[in-house]
């Protein structure tokens, strides 16, 4: 029971401060650029990211006995879990991407990062996510799988049900972890070599209020970027052979439960406009609220 409301005061805070990013972002006129439109896209990932693994994971937490889970239900917990989780990994690098635009070419942001360009690149990071989903857990699911046995964890992830079929897996291994290599290291290479630019840029800015507000714009989004990057490489970079059961139930809670809480709240906290317009938005209910009890 402890743990269930843990769990469930976890996925509620993760709801409720994700939605009060997107809706924040999309009541204020002043927070209508790239940057936020970027924010507001992750967040909504976020939210259906973790409404894919908790509910399932709570009823079972609850449940006396084995929660059961049909064939095609967990072929569809996969699917959208890697859907969601590739194309938030994608997103943080074309968030990036927009930093180092802004930073390192502020003259020319407006004209490079053009409306229609974030909209291809916010649809681009889905389409590939929902392309990798589809091939992989297609590729699993053909697999035979043995009834008798159960998986190690609280979701239908890839290394765990890989490991009830009764065949060879090697080929799916190796698909795995080309995937991996695809939404994971691939993407924090480009984040990592545009924040070479950006440090070496805000380095060259003279005034002391000019750097602060630059690494100040960027640490909240890095901080996000080493929390999504390093878990999904402890479980998916290394080899199958590797994987411990034990290691994988802690590394999921972080990245399933735990990731989507503190987004909202490093972002909320790092960031001076989003705080700025966030507490407008709280004041603004209040009054409202008071004007109807009066």
Not at 7 to 26: P, R
Not at 92 to 102: N, Q
Not at 261 to 280: G, Q
Request: charged residues 10%; positive net charge; glycine residues 4%.
């Amino acid at each position: 029971m402890l743990i269930f409301v843990v769990l469930l005061m976890m996925y509620l805070i993760s709801i409720g401060g994700n939605m009060s990013i997107v809706l924040t972002i999309w009541t204020n006129r002043c927070l209508h650029t790239p940057m936020y439109f970027f924010l507001a896209n992750l967040a909504s990932l976020e939210i259906s990211y973790s409404s894919t693994i908790a509910p399932l994971t709570l009823a079972s937490v609850l449940s006396a006995e084995r929660t059961v889970v049909s064939l095609a239900g967990c072929g569809a917990q996969m699917f959208f879990f890697i859907f969601l989780g590739s194309a938030d990994c994608i997103l943080l690098a074309v968030m990036a991407y927009d930093r180092f635009v802004a930073i390192c070419h502020p003259l020319r942001y407006t004209l490079i990062m053009s409306w229609h360009l974030c909209i291809q690149l916010a649809l681009g990071s889905l389409l590939l996510g929902f392309i990798l989903a589809m091939q992989l857990t297609v590729l699993i699911f053909r697999l035979p799988f043995c009834s008798s046995k159960e998986i190690s964890l609280f979701y239908c992830d890839v290394l765990p049900v890989m490991r009830l079929a009764c065949a060879d897996t090697h080929v799916h291994e190796a698909t795995l972890f080309v995937v991996s290599v695809i939404v994971l290291t691939i993407p924090f290479l480009l984040i990592t070599l545009s924040y070479v630019f950006i440090v070496d840029a805000i380095l060259k800015i003279r005034s002391a209020e000019g750097r602060r507000k630059a690494f100040s714009t960027c640490s909240s989004h890095l901080t996000v970027v080493l929390l999504q990057y390093g878990c999904g490489s402890l479980i998916y970079l290394c080899p199958s052979s590797s994987y411990s059961p034990e290691r994988g139930q802690v590394v999921s809670v972080v990245y399933t439960f735990i990731t989507p809480v503190l987004n909202p709240l490093i972002y909320s906290m790092r960031n001076r406009e989003l705080k700025d317009a966030l507490r407008r938005v709280i004041m603004k209910l209040l009054l409202v609220q008071t004007q109807e009890t009066f």
